[in-house]
């Protein structure tokens, strides 16, 4: 039988450095290439039953896709991704002219601005307190959705250069996985590959933010210029700039081709103190410029 393991925010706050530098790694899209078919197959489709969007579940997917994978969204938390979707919809002309009702999401608004972690336990705790129908429609389709991710995302591999990344991270830096996933999720699929070896903690949603991961884990620990964040997503870069630290963008259709430049070139400029400033920027500046801001269907409107 597999040993449970379980994760606390003790883990993060009591981290013990080995070295004098730390490495923060997301892990959909960053390390797995599982953004795609976690959105499209699992996410994207319960939303349209959930709710009974069938009519418009064209408009549903285009909503979806672009604020989960294709804007500078991608990566964030599933609550207010799921909120942003549906706003998305409901100032379309098409959706507007089908006639379908869209659930009101004011429930789950309040409580992504309650500033909780955003997760199964709290979310659950708060339906107790509330009672709110739609708070417990968001956790019954949340539910749903870890469990067909469960059963249909399995033996996706880590993307290339990689592994071999993570090798040469271990002999220099302490590091964990950061991530807005469920834990359960995350050590199933790095348990899967073998990679937990490589980090001290993997904190998924329930852990907090990824800005409060980086912060408990490094606080007090390591100087603001000898921690990394590696991520795909906008908010990756976020929770690096929210601690001082310096951030490597995974570019988005372009994963391979960017682990190859962290293991040639990149790591090395962070470990010898040559990463921040024009190199840095430069890379964030292509990486920004692969995530807009606008959807593709309100451009010259």
């Given at each position: 039988m597999t040993k449970t393991v379980e994760y606390t925010k003790d883990d993060l706050l009591n981290l013990k450095p080995k070295f004098d530098s730390f490495v923060g790694i997301d892990s959909d899209g960053c390390v797995f290439d599982t953004m795609e078919i976690k959105q499209k197959r699992c996410f994207h489709k319960l939303i349209v039953s959930h709710w009974r969007l069938e009519k418009i579940e064209k408009y549903v997917r285009e909503a979806a896709e672009f604020v989960n994978l294709y804007s500078k969204w991608r990566g964030q938390n599933r609550f207010p991704c799921l909120l942003m979707s549906l706003e998305l919809l409901r100032d379309r002309p098409e959706v507007i002219s089908a006639g379908v009702p869209l659930p009101d999401f004011a429930p789950l608004k309040r409580f992504i601005e309650s500033g909780l972690p955003l997760g199964h336990p709290t979310l659950e705790k708060r339906i107790q307190e509330t009672g709110d129908a739609l708070l417990a429609s968001v956790l019954k389709w949340s539910q749903a959705v870890n469990a067909d991710i469960e059963k249909t995302v399995k033996q996706v591999p880590p993307f290339t250069w990689v592994r071999e990344s993570f090798d040469k991270i271990q002999k220099h830096s302490d590091s964990i996985c950061v991530s807005q996933t469920p834990t359960e999720a995350l050590i199933r699929e790095w348990r899967e590959h073998d990679l937990m070896r490589y980090v001290h903690?993997?904190?998924?949603?329930?852990?907090?933010?990824?800005k409060e991961h980086l912060q408990m884990a490094t606080q007090g620990r390591y100087q603001a210029d000898r921690i990394l964040m590696i991520g795909d997503a906008p908010g990756d870069y976020?929770?690096?700039?929210?601690?001082?630290?310096?951030?490597?963008?995974?570019?988005?259709?372009?994963?391979?081709?960017?682990?190859?430049?962290?293991?040639?070139?990149?790591?090395?400029?962070?470990?010898?103190?040559?990463?921040?400033?024009?190199?840095?920027?430069?890379?964030?500046?292509?990486?920004?410029?692969?995530?807009p801001d606008t959807p593709p269907w309100k451009k010259g409107t």
């Open positions: 903690v993997i904190a998924g949603q329930e852990l907090g933010t990824k976020s929770a690096a700039k929210g601690n001082q630290a310096h951030f490597f963008p995974i570019n988005p259709g372009k994963e391979t081709v960017s682990w190859e430049r962290f293991y040639k070139e990149a790591y090395d400029r962070f470990l010898n103190g040559t990463y921040g400033g024009k190199y840095e920027n430069e890379l964030i500046a292509e990486f920004n410029a692969l995530l």
